[in-house]
């Protein structure tokens, strides 16, 4: 899109179509805005609600349940990670290789 400066377009420095696309994304901004602070609500809404129906000693359980699950996933991933390092670095394509020759 390129400016147009034409004094017979009654010094309209934008086109039709660039002012619709600007006026457009304001609006989805805007949208996304509203829809943002809609969410911040429902979360913080969510919150006070979890004290409702668990005690406090029931929601530190589920967060160290959750701390735990976190930590042992992070650990499986670089197990994971590992091992592939290490079958990467013994050419464990050779094998394969070697095996569809057979």
């Given amino acids: ?11 309209t420095w934008y086109s039709e179509e660039m002012r619709s696309r600007v006026a457009m994304i304001f609006d989805l901004a805007a949208q996304m ?3 943002r602070n809609v969410l911040e609500q429902i979360k913080a809404e969510a919150k006070s609600l979890r004290q409702l129906f668990f005690s406090d000693e029931e929601q530190k359980e589920m967060q160290a349940l959750s701390s735990g699950f976190d930590l042992e996933m992070r650990r499986t991933k670089q197990s994971i990670l590992n ?11 050779k094998i394969f290789d070697e095996g569809k020759r057979e």
């Avoid at 899109?1 to 010094?11: F, P």
């Avoid at 091992?83 to 394509?93: E, H, I, P, V």
């Fill in 1 to 11: 899109m390129h400016v147009i400066e034409d004094q017979e377009n009654d010094y």
């Fill in 33 to 35: 805005s509203e829809l």
């Fill in 83 to 93: 091992n592939l390092m290490t079958y990467r670095q013994f050419g464990w394509s």
